[in-house]
DNA sequence: TTCTTCACGCTTTTT
DNA sequence: GCGTGAAGAA
């Protein structure tokens, strides 16, 4: 049995030779594999030291502990022939997918039609064939989250044989792995570092002082955008096309851009975009070194193809030339990344781009009930370039989709938290309900809310771990004790926690560094010897340096999360901490603890660096609680909930107005699969909202119901109108309409009082647009965001135009109005600043004088006085006393 | 060097 | 309306 061991044990490129090789012993089943090559010489020391010598040598190759190694050895599961067991709950288009495993395939596989499952078991299926050992299967995905959430499920399937699935990551970790291979190819040393996002910034910004550029007109951030582009799109500096070079300062941009590839290479840098970049040019101008992965990777599989950018075409592209057996999952219809540099295209074009490739469509939905299923097909069928699928689904008719038109953001929120107060008596969870938003602005009202009524809730999203300050802080430390020419590094820490160091004095450093041409561990050091400094920079300068010395000796005998203790401790930014009385501080501690605590589980700090530089996860894992989830619609994607709401359906919000006016038709297609993303996400339940008006950066606004409101079908939703308002055509407009409030008889009734009431009869025939409400430019608060006659004012006109409509009533209709919808009484103010009173926290909260409170940017404090919307809270850090409006949690 | 003041611009997010 | 970031003042 020892001969059916999986090469991948032993480190690439060593294990290449494939099953069926001449020179091999039979197994049991008949199939050839082959012997195992000799001793690696490139194996690291200490692996073999750690080798006990009674065991055979095939062990010799295998690094991992010896407790997993047994199990690791055994042949892998199934008989070389179909595994029955996996195939069963399959249909038939999912087993077709999973069974066609030669040539190229693209499975279209619409939301919630068992993609994860397919993948996984196509990849379960192929090893149990033996058709390939895990070491040559390539399986890329675009997150470390899908990655490894798909090999545990593969793994679950085959069982421990499937642990030599190595190659199995991220386009980026992937492709990290091969460069660090060949790094000289790419004139990189294979220690190279992993810039993220701000060093990249950080760099740029130099290049553009440097190059006398004016940054307020000539943005560092346009610039990155730019760079991004142009590495997505595979573009070098030298074959960037004239024109391309001329969206930055006069035509500088070419050069910048070179500029700043020739400081990556000095710095033996890479940026995430330079990891698929190099990789390709390795590719293509070293054809032996594909040669190697032709024959490496015998299957190819790619998760959420549709996302895809032209780099990654091409390094797949190159990569399937061997084998041919490339299979692409994904659903164009889901392509919300075109931001980043997505090509729907790739997707649309894949037979073409894989001649004789297979298409198998999965079509059998097993999420959510028709009525949702139906209300989003018919949304997302308004788009063009689709490739078209119809999704059927088993589920039974279910609820109705519900779209609700309200006042505002804060009624909105109200409405939302009341259904999932219901939910929540009538026996579900929390955790069953999803509000999915297009920005996260918009989150903001439903947190208040959430917080007002005490409802559990969580946020998703949000600064990642690993790009947080402090922990972004703590590696620049240990990044500079690995290698002192890390400059970066040097600057990011050198003056935190403040020692004396500012600007002036790091340009010095710039400075010298370029003149001796040295890095600033050095340039620095040098000058504290000179007098070219004096002062509080100089002793500042020494400290720093000396203690870096000092910590660097150390981590040769430290265990590494204690060496990270000292330095934080040592330097001073433990205490800096907790001098710092924010609340945010002590987060930030626990942050480090957390960082210090994570750092345990490698072996070696060089180890965990290189692990932070590619998986930058958000290390919050806490499902376990029962709480509401609020995250936007782009990072819903793939998830799932009984419950969803979809809030902020109006003209602007959702679809984007950037992404209107920045993309045009191929925005608003894109929007519009958001849309479809969003509906998808529901198995049993979508509610849908849109507001009159809204708070958009602290100004009222006026906003029209979304064009995607218009396009839902009237057959599958419920309409109902707190405003006496509803979407004046389309969709439930149209002449079915499928709603309790479809009675033609009493339009003419409401045509009055749905604008100032809106407790009874607010809820308006689809039939008939309300007049009501004042025209346009009437209203004090109502305008869109640059005035009247703004392009967005004027679609907006436009579309009303078209579609028959009347404006929504304005803010004022709202404030002559006795009642609101739940009772509560409503301020007698006229303006919106005044009805901003009724959602505040002051008046809805019912606090009082003496109240302790907590405040999101000032911590705890005690209410002195309650003007209106306006709080005077004492807060306890040095006793300042502040004038609150913004939102304050009851203690 | 650090504190204050004004201007700007403001999706979506991974690696 | 708010936070960031760059320029000016102490």
Redo the contacts with the bound molecule.
């Keep these: 049995m020892s001969d059916s061991r999986d090469p991948s044990d032993i480190p690439f490129p060593d294990d290449e030779r494939e099953p069926g090789s001449d020179d091999d012993t039979p197994l049991p089943d008949g199939l050839n594999f082959h012997r195992l090559p000799p001793a690696d010489e490139d194996l690291p020391e200490d692996t073999r030291e750690d080798i006990p010598a009674d065991l055979t040598d095939d062990r010799v190759f295998d690094d991992r502990p010896i407790s997993q190694r047994a199990s690791a050895r055994q042949a892998p599961p199934g008989d070389g022939g179909v595994n029955a067991a996996w195939l069963d709950g399959l249909n038939p288009q999912q087993r077709e997918a999973v069974l066609s495993t030669e040539g190229p395939l693209l499975v279209l596989a619409g939301a919630g039609t068992g993609k994860t499952r397919v993948l996984t078991t196509r990849v379960a299926h192929i090893l149990a064939q033996r058709r390939a050992w895990p070491s040559q299967m390539l399986v890329v995905t675009?997150?470390?989250?899908a990655a490894r959430e798909m090999r545990e499920r593969t793994l679950a399937l085959i069982g421990p044989e499937g642990e030599g699935l190595r190659w199995f990551g991220?386009f980026?970790?992937v492709s990290a792995q091969i460069l660090r291979r060949h790094a000289e190819l790419a004139k990189l040393k294979s220690g190279f570092t992993v810039l993220?996002?701000d060093d990249q910034l950080r760099l740029i910004k130099q290049i553009l002082e440097a190059e006398g550029i004016d940054?307020?007109r000539w943005t560092p951030r346009y610039l990155a955008s730019l760079i991004d582009g142009w590495k997505n799109r595979a573009i070098w500096p030298e074959k960037l096309p004239p024109e391309e070079g001329r969206q930055f300062a006069e035509g500088k941009g070419v050069k910048l851009y070179q500029l700043y590839q020739n400081r990556l290479a000095t710095l033996n840098a890479v940026d995430?975009g330079d990891l698929l970049l190099h990789t390709i040019r390795i590719f293509t101008e070293h054809p032996e070194v594909l040669a190697e992965y032709h024959a490496k990777f015998k299957y190819i599989l790619v998760d959420e193809y549709q996302d895809t950018n032209v780099a990654q075409y091409l390094w797949l592209r190159l990569l399937a030339q061997g084998s041919n057996n490339i299979c692409c999952v994904g659903d164009d219809d889901q392509s919300i990344y075109g931001?980043?540099g997505a090509e729907v295209d790739n997707i649309l074009r894949f037979e073409k781009d894989f001649p004789g490739a297979k298409v198998i469509r999965l079509e059998q939905n097993y999420r959510s009930t028709a009525h949702i299923l139906a209300a989003a097909s018919h949304v997302i069928a308004q788009n063009t370039s689709r490739l078209g699928k119809t999704l059927r689904t088993d589920a039974g008719e279910g609820d109705l989709v519900k779209v609700r038109g309200v006042w505002d953001g804060e009624q909105e929120a109200r409405l939302i938290c009341d259904d999932i107060t219901s939910w929540k008596q009538s026996n579900r969870r929390y955790a069953e309900c999803a509000v999915l938003v297009r920005?996260?602005?918009q989150m903001r009202a439903f947190e208040e809310r959430f917080i007002v009524t005490g409802t559990p809730y969580r946020v998703i999203?949000g600064p990642?771990f690993f790009e947080r300050q402090e922990i972004r802080d703590a590696l620049a430390y240990l990044r500079l004790i690995r290698s002192e020419a890390d400059d970066l590094a040097f600057e990011r820490v050198c003056?935190t926690p403040?020692r004396?160091?500012?600007?002036?004095?790091i340009q010095k450093a710039y400075v010298a560094a370029r003149e001796l041409n040295t890095y600033l561990t050095r340039a620095t050091d040098m000058m504290i010897r000179g007098d070219e400094i004096r002062g509080?920079?100089k002793t500042g300068l020494r400290r720093f340096l000396i203690d870096m010395e000092r910590w660097r000796t150390q981590a040769g005998d430290t265990e590494h999360p204690r060496l990270l203790e000292i330095i934080l401790e040592e330097s001073g930014y433990t205490d800096m901490l907790q001098a710092d009385k924010s609340p945010q501080a002590q987060s930030r501690l626990d942050n480090l603890k957390e960082l210090v605590r994570a750092m345990g589980q490698f072996g070696t700090l060089n180890e965990f660096l290189e692990h932070v530089e590619?998986v930058?996860?958000n290390a919050e894992g806490s499902n376990s609680h029962d709480q509401v989830q609020i995250l936007?619609l782009?990072?819903a994607k793939g998830l799932e909930w009984p419950m969803v709401f979809l809030p902020g359906w109006e003209e602007e919000v959702f679809p984007?107005r950037?992404?209107l006016d920045?993309q045009g038709a191929k925005g608003l297609e894109e929007e519009r699969r958001l849309a479809y993303v969003g509906i998808t996400r529901a198995r049993e339940r979508a509610y849908i909202s849109f507001a009159a008006n809204r708070q958009i950066?602290?100004?009222w606004t006026s906003v029209l119901p979304s064009r995607f409101v218009d396009e839902l079908p009237a057959q599958h939703v419920d309409a109902v109108s707190e405003t006496g308002y509803v979407a004046p055509s389309g969709g439930f407009y149209g002449s079915e309409v499928k709603s309790q409030w479809d009675r033609p008889s009493s339009t003419a009734a409401r045509e009055d009082s749905a604008v100032f009431d809106n407790t009874s009869a607010g809820r308006a025939s689809p039939l008939s647009p309300l007049k009501g409400g004042t025209a346009g430019g009437s209203g004090s608060g109502g305008g869109f965001r640059g005035g009247y006659d703004s392009p967005g004012w004027r679609r907006a006109q436009e579309a009303s135009a078209t579609r028959g409509a009347t404006r929504p009533p304005d803010i004022e209709g709202r404030a002559f109005r006795s009642g609101d919808s739940d009772g509560r009484p409503l301020q007698r103010g006229k303006t919106p600043g005044d009805m901003l009173a009724s959602s505040d926290p002051a008046a809805s909260s019912g606090l009082q004088p003496g109240q302790r409170i907590f405040h999101e940017?000032f911590g705890y404090g005690r209410v002195t006085e309650i003007d209106g919307a306006k709080l005077t809270v004492a807060f306890d850090k040095a006793g300042v006393k502040k004038v609150v409006?913004?939102f304050v949690k009851r203690v």
């Design positions: 675009f997150t470390n989250k991220t980026h970790s993220d996002t940054q307020k995430f931001w980043r920005a996260s602005w999203g990642r003056n403040k004396g160091i500012g600007d002036t004095t509080p920079a590619l930058m996860d936007t782009h990072s984007s950037r992404s920045e950066y602290g100004r940017k409006e913004s």
